[in-house]
């Protein structure tokens, strides 16, 4: 039986960095790369119980906190930052489309905080 797993990121990490393609565009490479190392540190300790993964499915919802927000602006960051964590905490070989052949993005509505729920779902 094909398994389901789901996990809760934050939308902003420390030092007022959104998870944001607007925000990641314009911050200088070193910003970027400690807000890529603080969330692998964020979510790598959520997903060191998942068994090694071969080819997955990807969907990330999106929970702003007003009714403003491009659910592709916050996805693909969200998206390349996890994707990286999962490599790095060797659950996937590689990030590539053989092993993630399907990536979502979806609206989920308004929640105080916001969030990203990850949903990973395994493949055949």
Do not use: W
């Amino acid at each position: 039986m094909l398994k389901t797993y789901h996990f809760n990121s934050v939308l902003y990490l420390p030092k007022r960095y959104p998870l944001n393609l607007n925000h990641y565009r314009n911050a200088h490479y070193r910003v970027n790369h400690k807000a890529k190392v603080e969330f692998a540190k964020q979510m790598i300790p959520m997903v060191q119980d998942l068994p090694q993964l071969d080819k997955i499915k990807l969907t990330y919802v999106v929970y702003f906190a007003q009714k403003r927000g491009d659910v592709a602006n916050v996805g693909s960051i969200a998206d390349k930052f996890f994707c990286d964590a999962l490599v790095e905490a060797k659950k996937i070989t590689d990030d590539d489309y053989k092993h993630i052949p399907e990536v979502t993005y979806k609206y989920g509505g308004i929640s105080k905080p916001p969030r990203i729920e990850v949903i990973i779902e395994q493949l055949d």
